[in-house]
C-alpha cells in the first residue's frame, strides 16, 4: 500500500516537472505570492482570494497549481519587508521583524533572507510530509463521524477560531462566528428548501457566494486601513551575500526540525493560522537559547525559527481542510472556497470520490516549495525595489480585481450589491476589534453545521441524548465546553493561584539548593 502511494505521488510530481505549461503557472504564482506577501497591505489571504476568481475557468488540476503556489509564496513574502523596512508584509511575518530588521541594520540582511528562505522550503517541505502522512489516519477516523460530530467540529472550530485571533476580549471573536453562522443560513435550507431570512430578496433564495464574502471581508477593509493609514515604507537595507552556506543551515537544523512541528500542529488547529504559528515558535526558540537576551537584537536563530513555522503551517492547514473540510488558518478558508468552486468537496469521502488528490496537492506543495526557494534566491534584490513604491498606489488595483472578481463569479451583479456591504461592516468589525478570521470561518463552516445539527435531530426525533452516548462527540463536547470556561475569570483566577504556587515551589528548592 505504502509503495503504490509512493508511486502515485512519483507520478504525480513527474506529470507536474515536465509539463513547461505547468512551471509556468507554477513560478508566476509564486512569484505573485511573494510580492503580494512583501507588500505590506497585500496578504496571502487576499491573494488567494483574488486569484480564486481568476482560476474560475481553469481546469482543476491546473487551479491548484495556482492556488498553493501564491499560498506558499504569500506566506513566505512577508519576511522580505519584515527584514528590509520592519514593516512586516503579512501578519504571519509580525515576529520576524523583531530580529529581521536589526540583522539588516548590521549589514546582514542577505543573510538573514538567505536563512528564511531556506528554511521556508524546508517547513513546507515537512508540512508535506506531515499531510500525506496523516491524512489516511484522520480520514479513516472521520469516517465513523456521524452528524452529530460533524455538527460539533464545525462549532468547535468558529469557537476555537474566535477564542485564538481575538485581541482584547474573547467574546468578540464568538460573536463575529456567531455572525458568520447567521450569515451562512440565509438562503433555502438544504434539508427542507425552505427560504430563512431571505427578507422577500430572490437572490437570497440560492443562498451566499463564499467567494464574495471572502473578497469583501478581507479586501475591502485592507484596502479602507491602506489608504487611511498612509503607511510610510521606510528605506530598504542593502546585503550582499544571498545564498546561505551550508553549515550554518547544519547548526540550525535543530530550530529548523522543532519549529516545523509546531507551525504543523498549529496549523492542523481550525482557524488560527500562521501568525501564531509564528510567535509561539518565536517564544520556544527563546525559552530553548543559551542567550535569550539576544533575541530583539538580531538574534539568527530568531528568524529562522518563525519562518519556519509559517511555512510549515500550510501542511498543516492542508490536513483539516482535506480530510473534515475544516480549514487550518485564513487563506486556507479561501482555498476551501476555491474547492468548492472547482467541483471538489473536501471531508472523509475525498479519498473514495478523488483518491488521488491527496497525493497531487503534495506533490504540488513540493514543487511550490523549490520554486519557492529557487525565485526567492534570484528576485530578493528585485523585490527591494518593489517594497520601495508606496502600498496606497496599489490600493486601487486591488479594489478593481475585487470587483471584477465577485463579479466573475456566476457574472451576478449581485455579488457586487453583496461583496460591498460584507466588506464595510468588516471594515467596522475591525475598526471595534472583532476578528474577521471566525466570520468567515463561520460562513464556511456554517452549511456544515447547520445541516448536520437538523439532520441528527431528525433521526434521533429531537433528542440530544445520542450527541453524549458517542465516545467522539462526547469528547468534542467536553472540549467545547472546557474551551469556553477557560475564558472565565474563575478559572483565569485558578489557573493565576496554581501558577503563583509553582512559581514558589521553585524559589524554595533553587534557595535550597543554593544553602
Known sequence: ??????????????????????????????????IFGAMPGL???????????????MSQHTAM???LAIYVGGVYGGSYASILINIPGTAAAAATALDGYPLACKGEGGKALGLTTTASA?????????????????SRLALQFTSFEFFLLALFGIIISGTLTSHDLVYKGWIAGLIGLWMATIGRDGLQF????????????????????????????QIIQVLKDKVNVGEAKKFQRILPEFRTIIKHFPDILRSSLIGVGIGAVP???????????????????????RFGKGEIKAVVSTETANNSCIGGAMIPLLNLGVPGSPPAAMLLGALLLHGIQPGPMLMIDHPHFILQVTAILLLASVAMWISGMLLAKQVVKVLRIP????????????VVGSYALGTRIFNLYLMIPVGII???LVEMGYPIAPLVIGVILGPMADQNLRRALMVSQGSFAPMFSRPVSLILVLVIVLTIFSQTKPYKKMMASVGASLEARRVKRREQRNK
Open 194 to 221: 425552505y427560504p430563512r431570512f431571505t427578507f422577500g430578496i430572490s437572490e437570497f433564495e440560492s443562498g451566499i457566494d463564499i467567494v464574495p464574502v471572502l473578497i469583501g471581508a478581507f479586501g475591502i477593509p
Open 391 to 402: 502600498p496606497q498606489l496599489f490600493m486601487p488595483i486591488i479594489a478593481v480585481l475585487c
Open 1 to 34: 500500500m505504502f509503495f503504490s502511494q509512493l508511486g502515485i505521488f512519483f507520478e504525480n510530481l513527474y506529470m507536474l516537472a515536465l509539463d513547461p505549461v505547468n512551471i509556468l503557472i507554477l513560478f508566476g504564482a509564486v512569484i505573485m505570492g511573494i
Open 122 to 138: 524546508i517547513g513546507t517541505f515537512i508540512g508535506m510530509l506531515f499531510v500525506v502522512g496523516l491524512s489516511p489516519l484522520i
Open 65 to 67: 497549481i495556482a492556488l
Open 43 to 57: 496578504t496571502a489571504t487576499l491573494g488567494v482570494a483574488l486569484l480564486t476568481t481568476l482560476t474560475y475557468g
Open 426 to 428: 468588516s471594515y467596522f
Open 271 to 293: 482557524g488560527i493560522g500562521e501568525d501564531i504559528a509564528g510567535w509561539v515558535s518565536y517564544g520556544a526558540a527563546k525559552n530553548s537559547s543559551n542567550h535569550p537576551e
